[in-house]
Antibody
């Protein structure tokens, strides 16, 4: 089973860019076995899919966030990353990275990391 | 985007009860539906994929059914460990992934 771990700043100022990294172990992100995803969950609310990237570098994003999101791969470090620009209070959430075989359901998840947007 | 609506939002039940949670899609998603269990402070855990395929290691009291726009998750005999929040998720090929709002199962 793949293991994932999120890392990054827990506090981001409004209008700045949120940046997170997901480190993958147990599989090479170059293997082509999975799509690599970011998902978030505001406190007490439901899950929101942010976007995904495949081994080839192709990406898909949630239309509601597309203008502000970039997901990229670093195959040398077996990591993928999230950048979310122009953040506001509504971007405060727990952010999870997760794998999806063939871009379907999410079978492995990181523990999640809380990101708070506040001045 | 495909909207997913779960009902009820909260469900009160007792150990030993049989419970059913419903998830409705705003358009047909065939059987491209997954169910997750989430406990406080933890990441969601995949229970069921393709509407009715129970993941390895998931107790047999969990089952899923449905196709098209209406789906159900059934727990045949509630155990103390089952009190959690349950989420449905659609993964229709030609639409962004979306989740239901969640159903909190409480004692």
């Amino acid at each position: 089973q793949v293991q994932l771990q999120e890392s990054g700043p827990g506090l981001v100022k409004p209008s700045q860019t949120l940046s997170l990294i997901c480190t993958v172990s147990g599989d090479s992100i170059s293997s082509g076995n999975y799509y690599y995803n970011w998902i978030r969950q505001p406190a007490g609310k439901g899950l929101e899919w942010i976007g995904r990237i495949y081994t080839s570098g192709s990406t898909d994003y949630n239309p509601s966030l597309k203008s502000r999101v970039t997901i990229s791969l670093d195959t040398s470090k077996n990591q993928f990353s999230l950048r979310l620009g122009s953040v506001t209070d509504s971007d405060t959430a727990i952010y999870y990275c997760a794998t999806a075989p063939l871009g379907t359901f999410f079978d492995s998840w990181g523990l999640g990391t809380l990101v708070t947007v506040s001045s | 985007d495909i909207q997913m609506t779960q009902s009820p939002s909260t469900l009160s039940a007792s150990v030993g009860d049989r419970v059913t949670i419903t998830c409705r899609a705003s358009q047909s998603i065939s059987r491209w539906l997954a169910w997750y269990q989430q406990k406080p402070g933890k990441a969601p855990k995949l229970l069921i994929s393709s509407a009715s395929t129970v993941e390895s290691g998931v107790p047999s009291r969990f089952s899923g059914s449905g196709s098209g726009t209406e789906f159900t998750l059934t727990i045949s005999s509630l155990q103390p460990d089952d009190f959690a929040t349950y989420h449905c998720q659609q993964y229709n090929t030609y639409s962004p992934v979306t989740f239901g709002q969640g159903t909190k199962l409480e004692i």
